[in-house]
């Protein structure tokens, strides 16, 4: 029977944050913040992914944690105490970088017992707890091999091993780590990942820019741009509601369309045309005045009629994606997109269609925040 | 991979042409003299090796041979891990470290007989600070009568020009290592010590392998400097292998012999550099791995 | 983070740059002071001030010739080097071709070949050729030993800058000189001016090509150093002062550099 290493409640850690950051000493306007204040947390146990474009922060977010830098404002909390001034070490976190970052002199055995030779553990106990982690990552062949020969996703896994092998580590986090490893070995770091979330019952936090990774791999994204967190929600909840204007945009291939729109009393008008809305919107929305509208492709109705809640359009092409359709139609200026599904009829290029843009999957936003 | 294009050749030659004038023409009349005895413009007689043998068997020359390498070691072992020491010591960022870059590199920049003269008043007992400082601390110093003395001084000399190379070099490297393995290591909790034992020192292996290969060559080189500080004495205890070499050729015209040795000189340089370019390729390769600065 | 440390290595890297300047200093010192106070009082700064050793090199047409002719053949050398060595450079850089390796290593050889073996030849070449004792000469003498380094150093730049983007220019329909010299060229500045200080560097330093080619018309300043010595003596005053003139071009020159010098070394390449 393998033993995993026993983790205490005290070992995984609930990370609080409230804080922000400046690079700048006298931070006055929103741009001068890499993190605009914030306030969060990160259950024990839990699996997080921080998604965002470059420069959102998401980096910048992940030091703060681990320790590697310290918010110029607020704390930092693991299970309650105050770690804001604590070293990486002190706070006993685990990173595991963009590329691997290994010790080239070293065997990889050796370069798993590196952490626990410079805590002076006795050699037996550091040996026992080098084949175990080893194991979990299927690194026990590759144990008396130089590390520096070794392909870029064993290399990743030393790194992660390098982390997993103190037995008292309170959260792994991870900056992008898959970004040098080869596609068709990415699925298999992703399971051995969740594999290990599942074993070890980890806190782990994952910055990535993918949001294919990110919805995979995490319980729970945090949606963040230009230094705000702006949507914290499951995958489903990002995808059918999303709080702000980016995450609509952000998550979904291609993201949600967006037409500007101006709801009078109950009538919403686009474009100088008027359409009907549903009775749950006017409710919400009658006095909103200037809104945006957001609507998936995957809601969008493509039929060659008119009908309520829907709006002409020509349709500029049609791309057969393989599983379904995705038909590209400008309504005025404005292009948006529709998925069909293989089996319907598809218009072609020049037609002149009727997108169907109201249903309950709609969103409206004004300044880029959910309104209903 | 790099794609093959032999239409290259032509971005190339520009290069070709002017090093091959500026080398290989002048090589080809080095041969020439070697293996002739010139006796006047009229009269030249092949005389095949006699030339090289002549050479080999010099005793003086053994002698300059010994002097030099002995003192291309000593170079190393000084100024190598003088100036990876410095690189640590150097700030990495900001006008701090471009103010340790112009100062460091100044010592590089001076015209190399000047260096000479520097050093030829800096140690002078009656006017130079070093000798006055070293005579007034009761040490018999002398470096044009004593022969230990004038070693030394050329060494130091040489440190004093040099080892900023080293380095500048050694700081370059540095400043190309990724900044995670440093926080890596701090979270792996490692010493300081530890840092620079598993991630500095074998990233510097590229640097370092260029810093040797260029003080060993430069050094094997030397002729101004001491030529300058105490003109290859007292005797010749301070006489390196160029300044042998010229003495030959230019002194006493022995145009043969000196040809001759020239091509031994350039063989010896010849067969390090290979040996040292064949090691930095092999380490150049190695660290392949490592992807750029992030 | 970042703690003020005075510790071990910010004491041991004062010290070094101490023994570093201490030497140009008494240097300087010296070139302010007559010849009679340097041979008469040791003092540690001039008692009597006095310009006179820098209005003889100024006003002293020996003197002064000498550093324009330096500065004269180094500046060609450095253009001449550069121009030569950026198309040589890409080509290493971006493609493989027959016998590169070769002709690398050749060039690499070259750098390390003791310039005391070219003396007879090159004294006879260039007397053929008429050149003796011109600028040209000594610029064309120095290529041996700039041309090699600056192409080492332009390839790691260059390699250092992706394929893409040429391919995107010839996509954008540039041609090759177009592209070199308006999108490339501009890429890799740091590594130009990295390459400039170095050839500059070698150039300015070297003695024994530039004394043995040049007599009087384009006698460079290292070689009218070495004859200060006269009837009355070493003249030290003026001859300090020489040496301290001839290294202001060098520090003015890194002065100019220094940003691209820390920039090209923070990109990780000398």
Known sequence: MRRIAQHTCTDMARIDLDLAHSYKPLPARDADYALLPLAMTFDDGGAYALLGPSGCGKTTMLNIISGLVAPSQGTVRFDGEDVTSRTPQQRNIAQVFQFPVIYDTMTVAENLAFPLRNRRMPAERIGQRVGV?????????????????????????????????????????????????????????RRKLKQIHRELKLTLIYVTHDQVEALTFADQVIVMTHGRAVQTGSADQLFERPQHTFVGHFIGSPGMNFLDAEI??????????????????????SQAGR??????????????????????AQVVKAQDIGTHWMVTGKIGERVVRARVSSGAAVPGAGDTVWLGLLGPHTCFYKDDRLLA | MKPVNHKAWLLILPVVVCVAFSAILPLMTVVNYSVQDIISPERRVFVGTEWFKMVMRDGELHDAL??????????????????????????PSGWKASAVLVLLAMSLLI????????????????????????????????????????????????????TSLVALLCYAGLRAIPNAYYQAAQIDGASRFAVFRYIELPKLRGVLMIAVLLRFMDSFMIYTEPFVLTGGGPGNSTTFLSQYLTQKAVGQF??????????????????????????????????????PNG | MAKSRIDVRTVFLVAYLVFSILPIYWMVNMSFKTNDEILGVFSLWPRRFTWANYATIFTDVSWYSGYINSMIYVAMNTVMSIAVALPAAYAFSRYRFLGDKHVFFWLLTNRMTPPAIFLLPFFQLYTTLGLMDTHVAVALAHLVFNVPLAVWIL??????????????????????????LTIFVPLIKAGIGVTAFF?????????????????????????????????????????????????LPGAIVIWFVRHYIAKGFAMGRV
């Open chain 1, 264 to 285: 009078q009393g109950d009538r919403l008008r686009i474009d100088g045309v008027d359409l009907q809305m549903t009775a749950d919107s006017i409710a919400a929305l």
């Open chain 2, 254 to 291: 022995d145009v043969g012999p000196a040809a001759a040795f020239s091509l031994i000189y350039f063989l010896i340089i010849l067969l390090m550099c290979f040996i040292l370019y064949n090691w930095m390729q092999r380490v150049g390769t190695s660290d392949a791995s490592t992807p």
């Open chain 1, 291 to 312: 809104v945006t509208l957001g609507v998936r492709p995957e809601y969008v109705t493509v039929s060659d009629s008119a009908r309520p809640g829907a709006m002409s």
């Open chain 1, 133 to 189: 982690v080893a194991e979990m990552l299927e690194l026990t062949a590759q144990l008396p091999q130089r590390a520096a020969g070794l392909s870029a996703d064993v290399k990743q896994k030393i790194s992660l091993g390098r982390g997993l092998v103190r037995n008292d580590v309170s959260a792994v986090l991870f900056d992008e780590p898959l970004t040098v490893i080869d596609p068709h070995l990415k699925w298999q770091l």
């Open chain 2, 66 to 91: 010994l002097r030099q390498i002995t003192f291309s070691i000593a170079v190393l072992v000084v100024e190598v891990p003088l100036g990876i020491m410095l690189a640590l010591s150097m700030p």
């Open chain 3, 199 to 247: 050839c500059f560097m070698f150039s300015w330093v070297e003695l024994l090509m530039a004394r043995t080619l040049t007599s009087v018309n384009a006698k460079p300043i290292v070689a009218t150093m070495t004859r200060t010595v006269s009837a009355a003596g070493m003249d030290w005053g003026t001859l300090a002062a020489a040496g301290v003139l001839t290294i």
């Open chain 2, 111 to 162: 015209p190399w007989n000047v260096v000479g003269t520097i050093w030829q008043i800096f140690g002078r007992t009656d006017i130079g600070l070093f000798g006055a400082a070293l005579a007034r601390l009761g040490f018999d110093y002398n470096y044009t009568g004593s022969a230990t003395d004038a070693w030394l001084t050329v060494l130091l000399m040489d440190v004093w020009h040099w």
């Open chain 3, 155 to 180: 390839e790691g730049f260059m390699s250092g800058v992706p394929r893409e983007i040429d391919e995107t220019a010839y996509i954008d329909g540039y041609s090759f000189p177009r592209f070199f």
